[in-house]
């Protein structure tokens, strides 16, 4: 027969009794957390072993060491994993501080063995139930925020009904509680709540397949305010059945935006039309003065120049406004806030380039005292404008065509790539395709540049801005009383000339003359005095001045008589073979009504 256990065993197995309660007690305490709980064993595990005055204990778990005060590892050694689901979670170490006399089941006695597979296995057991309470509280939190937080509609329906709403679609309708909808009806719903049939909005729906998804937009009323609704409809299987979870939006607001914007989209392209059609009546673009139909055309390609971000090329003699044209478009773009940087080409040594364009870093050569910025730097975001194009040598070319295909470029004595993002509009009085057709330039460097091409007109082919220009110019230099309008043969002159220097001997013609009262001229033609006497212009060739002469009075004959040659022969007291004649002697040719002579 077995025998009966002693009383020194009976109290041990007291002991382990009381350990295992005292931890479950733990358990039952449902403000406290898994590390709590976890701190509070470390305490009183040492009291179920046969020596606690010399029993220590650890428990690692979630990568967290928890230990008695008088912790400390040495050769006499309990351990157990714990473990939930299979997988290893933490241990549990206990340990004797010193060693004892040994039975023949060595220094922790076989109670004490078990005791720690137990309390491990007891807390695998614990940290389960506690991750799965903290997952459902996590879980309930987001329903709680779902349900009352979300500012989108989320609603539930199976078999026509209303299982679940959340507080924001029941305020979409002015309700209080989502409660007054739960097992409601949808069609009910619509047609009691806002007595309107909501048509398709919550069905009819192509598929019953779970996971399938349908967009849904309606318009309804709210008393007299039109409203607009979006549903985001899948389908799910909810408690074994199909349903319908939908996500809803009132889009009102951005509704109303989308129809602003059409309205001012269709008032912009009316404007636009409109803003075509009176072009050709304006005589001015920003500071760019003239009226004639060249200009018209110069406008219409400055207006998509600015609208794109390619690269503009400006052709035109010196003295026509390249840089105005450039400055426009770049005020016009949506560049306008950043910088234009002006460059001028021409001006630039080649050996000077890189350091110029790039930039260089403090020491990249003899000089370089400090970190400089080039001009892509202070162009990013801005307008590059390369004024006088075609001076770029072949080398430079090749250097600038690799920052424009990939926008990366290294300061001089640096490594490390910068980026640019910079606009190229570009001015040139030269021929450029002729320059690819000699080598002067690189053809794939030219197409980069050539994109949008504008050429400016010289002023003896757009001669009726010629007035409009002469009064601004006369508004800008007519101070202390000088006069607002010149007399009709200064006009004439100034109408007749074929001004080689463009706007910009103009502009320094009518200086001087508001200035010293006499008009000089660049070119082989005679100067004319405030007066109406002729002065020479620096050429003292009489038959040249007297052929300059004749052209100025046939010209006025003509216009007078409107073209017609024998009349204005007749003005001229000569006959009308022989103002043939001095019209071929003077290269001067009378051109179509309403043309200008040149």
């Known amino acids: 027969m077995p025998q009966k256990p002693t009383y020194i065993e009976l109290e041990k197995r007291v002991k382990e009794l009381n350990c295992l309660y005292a931890i479950t007690n733990l358990f039952q305490k449902p403000h406290l957390s898994m590390e709590e709980i976890i701190r509070e064993a470390v305490k009183i595990i040492p009291d179920g072993w046969q020596y606690p005055a010399v029993t220590c204990v650890r428990i690692v778990m979630d990568q967290k060491a928890f230990e008695t005060d008088n912790f400390q590892e040495t050769p006499w050694k309990q351990c157990e994993n714990i473990i939930m689901y ?95 909808l739960v097992g409601k009806k949808v069609d009910e719903f619509f047609s009691i709540i806002i007595k309107q049939d909501m ?12 996971g ?38 009132d889009i009102t607001e951005k509704r109303l935006k989308e129809m602003a914007i059409k309205e001012e989209a269709a008032h912009l392209r009316e404007e636009n039309i409109s803003l075509r059609s009176s072009m050709k009546e304006r005589y001015r673009f920003g500071d760019i003065i003239g009226m ?33 044209v450039a400055k426009a478009i770049h005020q016009l773009s949506n560049r306008r806030e950043k910088e234009f940087v002006t460059v001028n080409c021409g001006a630039i040594p080649e050996e000077l380039f890189e350091s110029e364009f790039f930039g260089h870093k403090k020491g990249a050569f003899t000089g370089a005292y400090l970190d400089k910025n080039g001009y892509l730097d202070l162009a990013d975001g801005g307008s590059l404008f390369l004024d006088e194009l075609g001076e770029l040598s072949l080398n430079m070319q090749v250097k600038l065509l690799r920052t424009i295909d990939g926008g990366d470029y290294s300061p001089v004595g640096s490594n490390r790539a ?14 450029l395709p002729d320059h690819v057709k000699s080598g002067l330039m690189r053809e794939d460097f030219f197409y980069r540049i050539h994109v949008i091409p504008i050429t400016l007109p010289p002023l003896r082919e757009r ?53 010293v009262k006499r008009l000089d001229f660049m070119g082989p033609i005679h100067s004319v005095r405030q007066d109406g006497g002729l002065v020479s212009g ?13 052209r100025s009075l046939i010209d006025q004959a003509l216009k007078q008589a409107k073209w017609n040659r024998s009349r204005a022969a007749s003005l001229l007291g000569i006959s ?6 001095k019209m071929k002697d003077v290269e001067s040719k009378a051109p179509d009504r309403g043309d200008v002579a040149q």
């Open 86 to 180: 299979d997988v290893i979670i933490g241990a549990l170490e206990v340990y004797y501080l010193k060693g004892k006399p040994e039975s023949n089941e060595g220094p922790f006695l076989k109670e004490e063995r078990a005791l720690v597979n137990a309390i491990a296995k007891k807390l695998g057991k614990i940290y389960l139930v506690k991750s799965t309470e903290k997952a459902l509280t996590e879980n309930e939190e987001r329903y709680r925020i779902l349900s009352e937080k979300v500012v989108v509609g989320v609603t539930l329906i199976q078999d026509g009904s209303f299982v679940f709403v959340n507080r924001a679609f029941a305020s979409t309708f002015g309700l209080d509680t989502s409660l007054q």
């Open 199 to 210: 048509g398709n909005f919550y069905g009819p729906f192509d598929s019953e397949e779970s």
């Open 212 to 249: 399938e998804e349908f967009l849904r937009k309606e318009p309804f009323l709210i008393g007299d305010n039109e409203r607009w609704l979006e549903a985001h409809h899948t389908m799910i299987k909810y408690k074994g059945k199909p349903a319908v979870l939908s996500v809803v939006r």
């Open 292 to 324: 004639s139909e060249p200009m018209q055309d110069v406008y219409e390609l400055m207006l998509k120049a600015a609208n794109t971000d390619a690269n503009v090329d400006i052709y035109g003699e010196s003295g026509t406004g390249k840089e105005l």
């Open 418 to 431: 910068r980026r640019s993002d910079f606009r190229i509009i570009s001015a040139t009085n030269q021929n």
């Open 463 to 515: 001669k009726e801005d010629i007035p409009l220009l002469i009064d601004h110019f006369l508004r800008m230099y007519r101070e202390g009383g000088r006069p607002a309008h010149l007399p009709g043969h200064i006009m004439d002159t100034l109408y007749n000339y074929h001004w080689p220097g463009n706007i910009r001997e103009l502009k320094n013609v009518m200086q001087r003359y508001l200035t």
């Open 538 to 550: 620096g050429n003292l060739n009489l038959p040249h001045a007297v052929k300059g002469l004749e």
């Open 576 to 581: 009308r073979r022989a103002l043939y004649r």
